[in-house]
């Protein structure tokens, strides 16, 4: 079993329409989750950090984490074609220290049709 | 969020020679710094982690003496691609954390002939 699994898709939705993003992992120590968004040919741009179980909004985006099911979710409302773009999960057991580093989902690829 | 430069963006070279690929934290001082390689249709996979002022931390299974890895300052982290060859064609990304938020710069994207 992969550390973290994610749905590469390809999801294709309408303009206006509500996505739900998902990751599962299986290691608990996980306490830190991320969501980045890549469009093609560039970097991962951040979207959203939380810590530990709980939600977080900022705009159209919010990130949900439950810990005790090991899964997390990116919803994203009103979706835009500019929305399109690959969606990458990405969790560590701490924010720090010298064993730090990011594991990542495989990504879904997301697109929004106008 | 803070900001992560590479350059160049893009290369192309012939087999058996080698590339240097710089990383850049613009409005922060990084004295860590992670290199990562992403193919088609993958997900971003970790190559080393780049310390300044020491040697870099290799991921299992890279190759330390074909990717050399260079933190000589606070601000920029180089990777060194030598005697690159087309399976080393790839997309790789350098990423750097001011705080907790790991940030990411735009990409390489190599092309070994």
């Known amino acids: 079993q992969k550390e973290v699994e994610q749905d590469p898709g390809p999801l294709s939705v309408p303009e206006g329409a509500i996505v739900s993003l998902n990751c599962t992992y299986s290691n608990s120590a996980f306490q830190y989750f991320m969501w980045y968004r890549q469009y093609s040919r560039k970097g991962p741009e951040l979207l959203m950090y939380t810590y530990s179980s709980g939600n977080k909004e900022d705009g159209r985006f919010t990130a949900q984490v439950d810990k005790s099911s090991k899964y997390i979710s990116l919803f994203i409302r009103d979706s835009q074609p500019s929305d399109s773009a690959t969606y990458l999960c990405a969790m560590s057991p701490n924010s720090g220290g010298s064993n730090y580093k990011l594991t990542f989902g495989k990504g879904t690829l997301l697109t929004v049709n106008p | 969020g803070a900001v992560v430069s590479q350059h160049p963006s893009r290369v192309i070279c012939k087999s058996g020679t080698s590339v240097k690929i710089e990383c850049r934290s613009l409005?922060?001082?990084?004295?860590?710094m992670f290199w990562y390689r992403q193919f088609p249709k993958q997900s971003l996979m970790l190559m080393a982690t780049s310390n300044e002022g020491s040697k870099a931390t290799y991921e299992q299974g890279v190759e330390k003496d074909k990717f050399l890895i260079n933190h000589a300052s606070l601000t920029l982290s180089t990777l060194t691609v030598t005697s690159a060859h087309p399976e080393d064609s790839s997309f790789y990304i350098c990423?750097?954390?001011?705080?907790?938020?790991?940030?990411f710069g735009p990409g390489t994207r190599l092309t070994v002939l």
């Open positions: 990423s750097a954390r001011p705080g907790g938020e790991q940030f």
């Open positions: 409005d922060f001082q990084a004295t860590t």
